[in-house]
């Protein structure tokens, strides 16, 4: 059988005989410990983004109604303000109004007042069960106010356009304060 050819091992050199000078530089057989400026950048984004999608997802349901609750408000405000300054009819404005009034409602308890007829929503006990009896009270008599202006052969002025916007801001500052008191963890 045939034999396979001796090794041949380069002698290790004498530690004692050594000189600095004599070592090999390993720096071309090492990475590059720094990786490029873009690399950085995009890992922070990719952290910064992280960080968001989870405190987003893992905030508590109470804390995300809360959020719901404000986004629904500013919204309704803004939409008032928008029929405040607008040169609508009356019933166009009543129906703004509703809209926007309804648009919150649905959004802070998860019911689909948007989409119900006048009548529906008055006999509708989930909308406003939540409330206290005077504030449902209030906001019950409002839309019937706004009903009014909606389908009857109402000629109200200009003043009394800014005064029913006037009266749709502080319902939803009432309705707010009620749905922001309630829904706040004791």
């Not at 008032?80 to 607008?86: D, F, K, L, N, Q």
């Not at 006999?123 to 009270?137: I, T």
């Not at 008599?141 to 002025?157: I, M, P, Q, R, V």
Request: aromatic letters at 8%.
């Amino acid at each position: 059988p045939q034999q396979p050819p001796p090794l041949e091992l380069e002698p290790v050199p004498d530690p004692t005989t050594m000189t600095i000078g004599d070592e090999a530089d390993p720096s071309p057989l090492l990475p590059d410990p720094f990786l490029p400026l873009w690399a950085y950048i995009l890992g922070g984004i990719i952290l910064i983004a992280a960080y968001f999608i989870l405190r987003r997802f893992l905030a508590s349901p109470a804390a995300q109604q809360s959020r719901r609750a404000r986004e629904a408000f500013i919204s309704a405000k803004q939409s008032i303000e928008e029929a405040a300054r607008s040169d609508l009819s009356p019933s166009e404005t009543a129906t703004q109004l509703s809209f926007a009034l309804r648009s919150y409602l649905t959004k802070v308890s998860d019911d689909p007042t948007l989409f119900q007829t006048h009548e529906e929503f008055i006999l509708s006990d989930k909308a406003l069960s939540s409330l206290a009896e005077k504030p449902r009270e209030i906001t019950s008599d409002f839309f019937e106010k706004l009903a009014e202006l909606k389908y009857g052969k109402s000629s109200k002025t200009l003043e009394n356009r800014s005064e029913i916007c006037q009266e749709s801001a502080d319902l939803l500052v009432n309705l707010h304060s009620n749905y922001v008191h309630i829904d706040t963890p004791s």
